[in-house]
């Protein structure tokens, strides 16, 4: 039931009223900052809403989150002073199954981002058709800047207060920007020891001795790759003569850049929070990583130029793999990109305006809730393994990843074409239609 309605009605002009903010923002046009995420989040709810045959009632649900909760805690420092921390954990929607999505640590969290990271997460789940809801959780914090011990008692502090919200069957965390297996470890004994007995289907992303996935680490970026790979044949673009820009050189973009590199691809430039290099005649993605792990950054790589993140988003490429943070292509540079496919690793790196940019353009955009669904349908694979006690090899995980992410290829591209739509609009078309049936079809309790 995917046909478009009727325009939207007064009623509907309701749902547009903005949520959980009052920070009205007035920044320039074509500015990266001019919209928070969750208005992002909800624009693009809004253009797709439309075309969904959903009582306006059961969009209203959807448009905002089901529940948010905000946390206040301290954390004794290596000084022996104690410090407050401000966390967040928002469940978007669970009428598909418990919610899921990873905690973030950074100094520029807020409970608009992760409560918009919590709705993109429901549309992600939904898209690749596994039997989540979305969430998401975050702690305002300089992780960098704590050391081991402190980083310990600021995640098992945060893991207490979030605790009566998560669950196997209720919410289940993962790891996300400055989050480690390590962390994940500690989040989840933490909420083993509050329960009585060891849960580790309580969280995903954990290390593989205390049941964690084979491919996990990987996940993402083969997602990526998979993507890619089906968005190059049909754009009849060989691989094998093709130009990679990576923006965002952590898990998900550093794997990225391996995985094409093997395909064929020349990685030209990459980056990080510091900066970033271009060698138009291509760059080793292993040996980059190796100098970022030995300096903390990619910047000083041998034979490389210096670039600025922006500059990297506009040089000239055949793919561009977005997987920093959200904002990074908007009004006032997505026409000056020059990149044939546009492959978001990260989520939320594209605002609404450039959607539109791109779809003119001819722009092919890999949308975040298809293109780095790999790693949620891999954490769905290791708490089905540890819900089981049963863990699988490899090889099928990694068959397991390319046989769905293809079928959700399929799919987004059958409405894409069918609608005459971009290609994001047909993944909230299909992922919207999907939960809101979910809602629909039991009705609303009492």
């Not at 949520?19 to 928070?36: A, E």
């Not at 989540?132 to 011990?149: E, F, N």
């Not at 540890?386 to 990694?398: A, I, L, P, S, T």
């Amino acid at each position: 039931m995917d046909s478009p309605t009727q325009a939207p009605t007064k009623s509907d002009s309701q749902l547009a009223q903005p949520v959980m903010s009052n920070n009205d923002n007035h920044n320039t046009p074509g500015s990266n900052h001019s919209l928070d995420p969750l208005r992002i989040a909800q624009k693009q709810f809004d253009e797709a809403a439309v075309y969904v045959d959903l009582p306006t009632s059961i969009l209203a649900k959807l448009r905002v989150p089901e529940r948010a909760l905000m946390v206040n805690f301290p954390v004794m420092m290596d000084n022996g002073e104690f410090r407050m921390f401000t966390g967040y954990r928002v469940q978007h929607s669970t009428a598909r199954g418990p919610a899921k999505g990873g905690i973030r640590y950074h100094p520029d969290v807020t409970l608009e981002e992760v409560s918009a990271l919590a709705m993109w997460m429901s549309w992600k789940c939904a898209v690749v058709n596994i039997p989540y809801g979305g969430g998401k959780g975050g702690v305002i914090c300089d992780p960098k800047s704590l050391s081991t011990r402190e980083l310990e008692a600021l995640s098992r502090r945060y893991a207490t207060e979030i605790a009566p919200w998560i669950g196997p069957e209720r919410d289940i965390p993962a790891p996300d920007v400055n989050t480690t297996p390590q962390i994940m470890a500690w989040i989840m004994d933490t909420y083993s020891m509050a329960v009585g007995h060891p849960t580790p289907a309580v969280i995903t992303g954990k290390p593989i001795e205390l049941g964690g996935s084979l491919g996990r680490t990987e996940a993402t970026a083969r997602g990526t790759q998979v993507c890619v790979r089906r968005a190059a044949r049909k754009l009849g673009l060989n691989l094998n003569e093709a130009t990679v820009v990576v923006q965002g050189y952590g898990n998900a973009g550093s794997i990225s850049a391996e995985l094409l590199h093997r395909d064929g691809a020349t990685i030209v430039a990459v980056s990080d929070s510091r900066g970033g290099i271009y060698n138009p005649h291509g760059l080793d993605p292993v040996a980059v990583l190796r100098h970022k792990q030995e300096t903390g950054s990619v910047v000083g790589y041998p034979g490389a130029d210096v670039v600025t993140n922006e500059e990297l988003l506009t040089l000239p490429c055949d793919i561009l793999v977005p997987a920093a943070l959200e904002k990074q292509l908007h009004a006032g540079n997505a026409d000056q990109v020059k990149a044939r496919i546009i492959a978001e690793a990260a989520n939320g790196p594209t605002e609404p305006e450039a959607d539109r940019i791109f779809h003119d353009r001819g722009t092919f955009v890999l949308p975040d809730i298809l293109c780095n669904a790999g790693g949620v349908t891999v954490s769905y694979f290791e708490w089905v393994q540890n819900m089981q006690g049963f863990f699988w090899d490899e090889d099928e995980v990694n068959s397991q990843l390319e046989r769905i992410m293809n079928r959700a290829f399929d799919a987004v591209m059958a409405i894409a074409e069918r609608k005459n739509v971009h290609n994001r609009l047909a993944a909230n078309i299909l992922a919207i239609n999907r939960v809101g049936q979910a809602v629909r079809l039991p009705g609303i309790y009492p």
